[in-house]
């Protein structure tokens, strides 16, 4: 059984080797776009348990091994319309899994919590968004995502970044009753509706 829980200063180390772990996955495999991962190995571990920031929520393994992370923030501007930024949604940033389980659907089970946890705050949609490039970096996510029932809403030239598409997905938020035989979720502790999610 799966948990998923937010992060605290103690993960650090943890999420940041996770990180630079996928980022030299990526590399190794052909991905193009593995850089800003890389870079992000030296970012993203510090919002983890920073009570000013947005809660890293963390996927571990019974024995506490940390396997995936995500955030879940508001729907931002790029991508997104006016209208559909005013609906109740959760906003999937950040999402990652450890690159030794890839292959076993980590990624699905953070989707399908997130789904869950975002039908139990009275969202109507999970979004997410993809970026890719004239060399077709990161299209591979969006094949994947596809796959795994997310809608994409559009694709669109990004406003200031030649050659870039920015891709907009979204699946309605619903509870998902057999989850609970996969994974238990604990709460944050300080949840702030549409700021610390
Ligand atoms: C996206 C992610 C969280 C999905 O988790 P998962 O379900 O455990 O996924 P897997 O590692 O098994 O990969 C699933 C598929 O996505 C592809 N994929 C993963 N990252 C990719 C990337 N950055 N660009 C293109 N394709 C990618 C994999 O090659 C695999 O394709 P396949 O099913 O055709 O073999 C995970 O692949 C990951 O951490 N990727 C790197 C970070 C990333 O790109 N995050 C997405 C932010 S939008």
Redesign the pocket.
């Known amino acids: 059984m799966f948990l998923i829980r937010p992060g605290t200063p103690d993960d650090r180390p943890a999420v940041a080797a996770m990180i630079t772990g ?1 980022a030299h996955w ?1 590399r190794d495999n052909g ?1 193009l ?1 593995w850089r800003g ?1 890389a870079r992000n190995a030296d970012v993203l571990p510090s919002m983890v348990g920073d009570p000013d920031r947005p809660v890293v929520w963390l996927l571990t393994s019974p024995d506490d091994q940390v396997l995936g992370m995500t955030t879940l923030s508001i729907t931002p501007d790029l991508g997104w319309t006016e209208q559909e930024r005013v609906e109740p949604a959760t906003f999937l940033q950040s ?3 450890h690159h030794a ?3 076993s ?4 089970v953070i989707a399908f919590w997130a789904l869950d946890h975002a039908a139990r705050l009275g969202d109507k949609w999970v979004r ?1 968004g ?1 970026l890719s490039d004239s060399e077709g970096a ?1 299209l ?2 969006v094949r ?1 995502y596809r796959r795994q029932g997310w809608r994409v809403v559009r694709a669109v030239p990004h406003s200031h970044k030649p050659g870039i598409t920015v891709w907009s997905l979204a699946r309605p938020a619903q509870e998902q009753l057999d989850l609970a035989d996969v994974v238990s979720a604990q709460p944050a502790r300080e949840m702030v509706h549409q700021v610390a999610r």
């Open positions: 996928r990526l991905y776009r991962w999402t990652l899994t389980h890839a292959g659907g980590l990624g699905m997410r993809v990161n591979g996510l994947y």
